[in-house]
Every structure is written in structure tokens, then in C-alpha cells.
């Protein structure tokens, strides 16, 4: 397998926890200035991409101010930091759950988003921890959605990340879920729910399809009282949102979610009550550094579990 080139560190400083950007001039192209080739392919416009110039904020691998006028050079990269959009505080903390020399295991709330996307910059978890725990090399080994709770696993050196990654993409990781959920009794648990789920650019639900399965997950009653239950989720497969996906094709979606089965009006920034009741719960592997053997479990309790009344009133 060919390797891939490391991209070379870059010239500014993490702000807020957060990298600066990195724009490489593709070969190929024949713009005649850096300049026109940003105003070109940044949704930035002309103006903003001036003045970021005129004032000295697009840098060189050196770190050296971009002039207006230089010419284009194909295959060079320059860098900047973007203005962070106004984001609403998630007023809940991420509690690290296991540290050592490789690995951050935090346990993260919900609301918050794993890596900096979108409107969700400084106020994710990896821009948190990296401040709170003063490891700006700090990277994500993969994702959990921003309104599922639980446990996300950091590297600390990025050497390694790419080995822990690996643990995700080739599947060995073992991963357990908690949901709460309505209760049906005339559903026969527990079962392995097969489909194939589309998730398609631009459009906020995934779908069901006909066609191959591509999504596998184990669903067990673990309890239930008054009319809801709590269950254990065990993926076999990582589609987006599958256990959301396969909850609500049971007839069971999960409490608090804004998409499934149907998609909910958004609600304001700042509005942080009644959060899906979605938990990664565990996570176990063999450490592909260390050898060790590795098995997290959350303490969280999910609201709705604890206190109905109190979640559903927010």
C-alpha cells in the first residue's frame, strides 16, 4: 500500500484549540496571482481575502506574510486562520476518562461535536481537550455524533494516529450502545437487524434502501418500565446514524431524536433541553502500540432512564 505524504507542520499556532487552515495550490491550474487563485476557490469573496492579505494573515510554509501580488506556484501551501463563527457554549463538561503517554479517553456530553465542522469550531471536543489538557498535538481516532453522548477515543502522538484509526476502520473495536427508547412488547428481542442504509450529501436522515445489507446491529432489551425501556446497541457495522436508523424501523425510536422518524424543525442555538438518549458505552480493543488490553465503560446515566419527567420537561 502506498503511503501516504505527511503534510509539513504548520508555520502558525493552534487558536483556541484549533488548527490553522491549509490551502495547497493544486499542479496543474495556471491562475497568475495566490490571490486570485483563494478568491477562486474560498467562499470567503474577494473582500474578506483582501484584507486577510493587506493585514498579513495568509502565511507561507515559512510563515512569511503572502504578499497580494505573488504569483502562483503550483503545489505550494499557505495557511490562515478563519474567523470563528459565534457558537453557543455547550454548557456541559468532557470528563477524561483514561489518560496515558498514546491515548485520551473522554467521555463527551451531549450536544457536543467530536472535531471542528461547520458552524461547530471551537466548541468541540477535540478544540476543548486540547486546551484543558494543554496537548496541541491532540487528534481525533474517530467520531461520535455531536448529539450522542459517551466515550471518544484522542491520540496524543500523530505518529500514531493513524494505528488507532485503523482499530475503527477495520472493525476491532468493540463498541456497545445504550438507548432509551419506547417499550412494545410485541417486539421479539433480543435480534440483529440487517439493511442497507443510503445517507446522501445535503439531506439530514439516511434512508433504507432495497439491496445488499451494509448496516448490521444487535439489539437487546436490557429493561423497561412505564411504557419505556433501556437498551443495549451492539454495531457490527458504522453507517451513518444505523442504530437511529434501525430503532426507528422497529418502532422504537430513540427518545430525542430530531430526525427519525421524522425530521423535526430545528431548534435555536442555546437550546440544549430534552438531548437524544443515545450513549456509547463501551469501548474494548488490544492497544496497537502497547498491547494492552483496553476496555472503557461510561458512568453516564442517560436522563430519560433516570428521570422521565425530568428530561421530558428539559
Do not use: C
Not at 490562515?80 to 491515548?103: G, M, N, Q
Not at 484522542?154 to 482499530?167: C, H, I, M, W
Not at 436508523?245 to 430545528?266: C, N, Q
Amino acid at each position: 500500500m502506498r503511503r501516504r505524504t505527511p503534510p509539513p507542520p504548520p508555520p502558525l499556532p493552534q487558536r483556541d484549540g484549533v488548527d490553522p487552515v491549509r490551502v495547497r495550490l493544486p499542479p496543474g491550474d495556471a491562475w497568475e496571482t495566490v490571490r486570485d487563485h483563494l478568491v477562486a476557490r474560498l467562499a470567503a469573496g474577494a473582500e474578506v481575502i483582501d484584507g486577510m492579505l493587506e493585514t498579513g494573515r495568509i502565511v507561507d510554509a515559512a510563515g512569511r506574510a503572502v504578499p497580494p501580488d505573488m504569483a502562483y506556484v503550483p503545489g505550494m501551501s499557505v495557511w490562515f486562520h478563519r474567523d470563528l463563527p459565534d457558537e453557543e457554549r455547550v454548557p456541559f463538561p468532557i470528563d477524561v476518562i483514561y489518560r496515558d503517554e498514546h491515548l485520551v479517553v473522554a467521555d463527551k456530553p451531549h450536544f457536543l461535536a467530536t472535531t471542528p465542522r461547520g458552524s461547530h469550531v471551537a466548541e468541540t471536543a477535540l478544540a476543548r481537550l486540547r486546551r484543558q489538557l494543554d496537548i496541541p498535538a491532540l487528534g481525533a481516532a474517530h467520531r461520535l455524533d455531536r448529539l450522542t453522548a459517551g466515550l471518544v477515543m484522542f491520540t496524543v502522538r500523530p505518529e500514531e494516529r493513524g494505528a488507532y484509526q485503523s482499530l475503527f476502520r477495520d472493525r476491532r473495536v468493540a463498541k456497545e450502545y445504550e438507548a432509551v427508547a419506547p417499550y412494545d412488547p410485541a417486539l421479539p428481542l433480543p435480534r440483529t437487524v440487517r439493511s442497507r442504509i443510503v445517507k446522501e450529501r445535503g439531506v439530514l436522515a439516511a434512508q433504507e434502501v432495497e439491496g445488499e445489507p451494509n448496516a448490521v446491529s444487535r439489539v437487546e432489551l436490557l429493561e423497561h418500565r412505564d411504557g419505556h425501556a433501556r437498551y443495549r446497541l451492539t454495531p457490527g457495522t458504522g453507517q451513518t446514524h444505523q442504530l437511529r436508523v434501525h430503532m426507528s424501523a422497529l418502532g422504537v425510536p430513540i427518545l430525542g431524536d430530531p430526525l427519525y422518524p421524522v425530521v423535526t424543525a430545528p431548534v435555536a442555538p442555546g437550546d440544549f433541553r430534552r438531548p437524544l438518549q443515545l450513549l456509547a458505552r463501551v469501548l474494548e480493543f488490544t492497544d496497537p502500540v502497547t498491547g494492552r488490553e483496553h476496555r472503557f465503560v461510561s458512568p453516564r446515566v442517560l436522563r430519560a432512564w433516570s428521570s422521565y419527567a425530568e428530561w421530558a420537561a428539559g
